[in-house]
């Protein structure tokens, strides 16, 4: 079982959709989660961290259940731009060389 | 600031060639990391440095070199290019790699070895 499972999709959704994607993870003990970008042949940016509580920037919203261990995304009013792969990230054990990165959810967003 | 920067963005390279791939960060970051993209996989951590003169392995070390003179540059030197390292390679910076500190990514080289 991979560390870090995601749906790798594609994901085609007209525009103005809402969009939602799931990532779960292995490691009960895992203490940081974050959403991270990566627009075709460019590097990986960060989109937003993931709090226990949930949180919210703009269009987007991420939840994490930790008795579930999953970590969820989700896009509201789906925008053109919103067209990228995106990565989740669990840090397993509390620093940075312990990143986990999934493999990816592929999204394009239509006209 | 430049941020992370990688050179060269592609490269060919034949089966036991050596060559080093550079990266720097303008960001004075004393976290520095390697990792390789491969289609349907996650990134992985070839190497990491928490700072000038520390270096230490990752996930998939082998055939790969690092060393970390000044806290500016990360470079990462394969030593007889094989085939299973065809791959995209990203360098990435945070500021002292803690949990929750951002990974700044360079934009990748792209490395083809026959």
């Known amino acids: 079982r991979k560390e870090v499972e995601q749906d790798p999709g594609p994901f085609n959704v007209p525009e103005g959709a809402t969009v939602a994607f799931n990532c779960t993870y292995s490691?009960?003990?895992?203490?940081?989660f974050f959403w991270y970008r990566q627009d075709c042949r460019k590097e990986p940016k960060l989109l937003m961290s993931?709090?226990?509580s949930g949180n919210e920037d703009g269009r987007f919203t991420a939840q994490l259940n930790r008795a579930s261990q999953y970590i969820s995304l989700l896009i509201r009013d789906s925008k053109l731009s919103d067209s990228a792969t995106y990565l989740c990230?669990?840090?397993?054990?509390?620093?940075?060389?312990?990143?986990?990165f999934g493999s990816g959810t592929q999204l394009t967003v239509l006209p | 600031n430049a941020g992370v920067t990688q050179t060269p963005k592609f490269q060919v390279l034949k089966t036991g060639q050596s060559m080093t791939l550079q990266c720097a960060q303008d960001?004075?970051?004393?976290?520095m990391s390697w990792y390789r993209q491969d289609p349907g996989m996650g990134l992985r951590l070839i190497h990491y440095?928490?700072?000038?003169?520390?270096?230490d392995q990752g996930e998939v070390p082998n055939g790969y070199n690092v060393s970390r003179s000044t806290t500016e540059d990360f470079p990462l030197r394969l030593l007889s290019a094989a085939p299973s390292q065809t791959s995209v390679y990203f360098c990435?910076?945070?500021?002292?790699?803690?949990?929750?500190?951002?990974?700044?990514f360079g934009p990748g080289t792209r490395l083809t070895v026959l």
């Open positions: 990435a910076s945070s500021l002292a790699g803690g949990p929750n500190d951002e990974q700044f």
């Open positions: 490691n009960s003990a895992s203490q940081s």
């Open positions: 993931v709090y226990s």
């Open positions: 990230v669990v840090n397993m054990l509390g620093s940075a060389r312990q990143l986990t």
């Open positions: 960001m004075n970051h004393e976290y």
């Open positions: 440095s928490v700072g000038a003169g520390i270096t």
